[in-house]
């Protein structure tokens, strides 16, 4: 490479890039040329001039230069000897003259001054012109350029450049152009000419005749270097994308994730790339070179490809069996065709893929699948989108979807509306590669029977370890479940029932004490008075209470025979009883029902039943709110057209959370933690059941239309029988709907149903 100029002058624009700084008479110019006889010419003329005018002339050059400039001088008549006596003409040999200021490769300033400096001394002193004047020819600079010393050429440029301060002289120096071949020269041409005044182009044009010649010489000259300068930048790119593919398509075969290896049409090894020695695990001479048949692990196999590939066949996707150093079997794939050179046989390329992993993963999944298909638990996975991707015999049975009905389809088909969003926390979970130990909830099959299941999920992961998918067992434990809860209620009802057994013993006897004194003190009151009035509601809810201690305690099967009431009655009297805890808690009552709202029943069941309900709304609305009331007659439409009345309570409370409305009329079942027992609703349910009716319920828990409604369909005539107990049914009537519309705008308020 060529070195960095030790010191290089400034200049700011081309036209000083060729002034140097120094004085104005002093001329050092520069020739480049391509032919000596051009530049024996040039130099001659130049020296000859000077001489004729009676200056002295200084020629360092090679011996070849000189003897041609002696034969120059002669011709234009000068006497070489002549001039050399007093010492006008000095002649020195370029490469001699190196000698004597050159140190460590570059040239010494103050050997410089000497050796130059004694010269020019001598010439100026020779000189017949005055002042004295010296003319000099050098090409110490060419020598040195010519060895690569790029830095000592230009630094001894400027040393002569500093002998101007001192001496007057003129210097004519010169580089043959073949010192500059390549395009980037061009840059260093610019660094010696930024040492000299002026700089002389080669005598292809000097020697034009005239300067309009020379201008279009220049425009050509232009044209060509641009040319030029484009095809080499574009022969330069072709050499680069050809050198770039060559290393990629090196890299490639090398490196390849795949193994690859050559065979000559002999079976012998002769290439193979990394990845074919990791995977058999041999050095290169203990592979290349030998028989493909050694590493082979079935003969008639190996037999079998070459004799193919020796018939010109492509392989596709063959499998074989290959032996590694270690002993162990892979098995691999081979694809393979023939490189054919002028129709005759070169090599084969082979490409070897191991398939080890997925011949066992193959083999492990044929023992799963038999193992998931003989499980009495239903087992089907999915993907991370919830699509179902297997589908075992056992889940077929459960739910009653086909492997083919269910596999690229929705797990949620077999989801309850109500528990669509577990399956989006189930993914959740999964994703964050968590497993799901015996989760129990409830699914649906295609029948639309809802069976009671518990998970267990784990993530399926891929080789990387990337969550993937589901694994999911599902075992049907409903009827475990009823029998759980079956004899869970069984054993509270037994407690409950030795209990209430006790209390309704103790509280006889002083019930029986209060009624009569209430029928005393109705003897003793004004009859229509306000008190009297009270004292016949009291009466009524004595009875009512005797009437269920006597229910409690089994003294006797309650024969009392259904009677004509009226409801709207029974709902004036308990809302008049709870009237101070309405007040209390700024509940407004709207009543909407008529004055002769009757049916045939047991009053007392009917007043307990709306009794529970009322309660039920007062407590769900703790900072006030609006309690409606709502009766009309109306007719069961779906069943023969019954007629009866309907009684809606509505109350713009918290609302029932979805998870609590399908428990609302089991026993115990309370969501009033602390002062709830979890009997109101099932004994309302029991009685409303009783007499033949329908109760049903619609609750909101956000929104403006927050709140509770229950519907009471009650017939005009009871058509079952009273003397049935009013335990829970789980086939019973009762229905809890899940839609969100409550409040007085419901459509259970309002339609006859």
């Not at 000259?221 to 790119?237: C, F, G, H, V, Y």
């Not at 229950?710 to 003397?723: A, D, G, M, N, W």
């Amino acid at each position: 490479m060529r070195a960095v100029p030790v010191a290089k002058l400034s200049s700011t624009t081309p036209e000083t890039a060729l002034a140097p700084n120094f004085p104005s008479a002093y001329d050092h110019s520069v020739q480049f040329y391509t032919d000596d006889s051009a530049l024996v010419e040039t130099v001659s003329r130049f020296l000859g001039a000077a001489l004729g005018a009676g200056e002295s002339g200084i020629v360092i050059a090679t011996r070849t230069h000189r003897e041609a400039l002696a034969i120059g001088f002669t011709a234009l008549g000068l006497n070489v000897a002549a001039l050399a006596q007093p010492g006008r003409l000095i002649t020195l040999d370029a490469a001699e003259t190196l000698t004597k200021f050159m140190l460590n490769g570059l040239p010494d300033s103050a050997r410089f001054h000497a050796a130059v400096g004694d010269a020019l001394r001598r010439a100026q002193k020779a000189s017949l012109c005055e002042p004295p004047r010296v003319a000099a020819f050098g090409e110490m600079v060419a020598l040195l350029w010519a060895e690569g010393n790029i830095e000592a050429a230009l630094r001894l440029e400027q040393l002569w450049n500093e002998l101007a301060v001192t001496f007057s002289f003129r210097l004519h120096c010169a580089y043959p152009l073949a010192l500059f071949p390549q395009a980037g020269d061009g840059e260093a041409m610019l660094d010696i000419c930024a040492q000299h005044s002026r700089a002389v182009p080669t005598e292809s044009y000097t020697s034009l005749p005239s300067e309009d010649v020379r201008q279009q010489s220049i425009l050509v000259l232009q044209q060509k270097a641009l040319a030029l300068e484009t095809e080499i930048a574009r022969r330069k790119a072709i050499q680069q994308r050809l050198q770039e593919r060559e290393k990629e398509l090196t890299d490639f075969l090398e490196n390849t994730v795949i193994g690859m290896h050559w065979v000559d049409a002999n079976g012998i090894i002769l290439w193979a790339n990394q990845a074919e020695m990791h995977l058999l695990g041999y050095e290169r001479d203990e592979y290349i070179g030998h028989r493909i048949a050694e590493f082979h692990a079935d003969p008639p196999v190996i037999e079998d490809i070459l004799r193919r590939l020796a018939s010109h066949e492509e392989l596709h996707a063959y499998q074989a069996r290959l032996r590694c150093k270690d002993g162990s079997i892979r098995f691999v794939r081979i694809d393979s065709n023939v490189y054919l050179q002028d129709g005759k046989f070169v090599h084969t390329r082979c490409f070897t893929v191991d398939i080890t992993g997925q011949r066992q993963a193959e083999e492990a999944r044929a023992r799963l699948a038999a193992i998931v298909e003989c499980s009495d638990d239903a087992i089907a996975a999915k993907d991370l989108n919830g699509i179902v991707t297997s589908w075992n015999a056992a889940a077929e049975r459960m739910f009653g979807y086909k492997a083919e009905d269910m596999v690229g389809r929705p797990i949620s088909l077999v989801i309850p509306p109500e528990l669509q969003a577990e399956e989006g926390l189930i993914l959740q979970k999964i994703r964050a590669g968590e497993k799901i130990d015996h989760f129990e909830t409830t699914r649906i099959t295609r029948g639309g029977e809802r069976i009671e299941a518990s998970l267990s999920i784990s993530p399926i992961r891929d080789q990387r370890g990337n969550v993937v998918g589901a694994a999911k067992i599902i075992r049907n434990i409903t009827e475990g479940k009823k029998l759980a809860r079956a004899l869970h209620v069984t054993e509270k009802l037994a407690s409950v029932g030795r209990l209430a057994a006790t209390v309704a013993h103790e509280i006889n006897n002083p019930l029986e004490a209060v009624t009569n004194l209430v029928y005393l003190a109705r003897t003793e009151v004004e009859s229509g008075s306000a008190a009297a009035g009270h004292l016949e509601i009291a009466e009524q809810e004595l009875n009512r209470v005797a009437h269920i201690s006597r229910q409690t305690l089994g003294f006797y099967r309650d024969t009392t025979l259904p009677s004509r009431m009226n409801v709207s009655q029974v709902c004036d009297d308990l809302l008049f009883l709870y009237g101070r805890k309405l007040l209390s808690r700024g509940i407004k009552v709207c009543k909407q029902y008529g004055d002769c709202l009757e049916v045939d029943a047991l009053e007392g069941e009917i007043r307990q039943a709306f009794s529970n309900l009322i309660v039920n709304a007062i407590d769900a609305m703790p900072a006030g709110g609006l309690l409606t009331f709502r009766g009309s007659p109306t007719h069961l439409w779906h069943n023969s057209g019954m007629p009866g009345i309907r009684m809606t309570i509505a109350d713009t409370g918290t609302g029932i959370e979805p998870q609590h409305r399908t428990h609302l009329f089991e026993p115990f079942y309370t969501t009033k933690k602390d002062v709830g027992t979890g009997l109101g609703l099932w004994i309302t349910h029991g009685i409303i059941n009783k007499h033949g009716g329908k109760i049903q319920v619609r609750s909101q828990t956000t929104g403006s239309s927050r709140g509770t409604v229950f519907s009471v369909f009650l017939p005009l005539s009871v058509t079952r029988s009273l003397e049935q107990p009013a335990n829970f049914n789980p086939d019973g009537e009762s229905r809890v709907d899940a839609g969100s519309e409550t409040g007085l705008n419901s459509p259970i308020a309002h339609r006859g149903e």
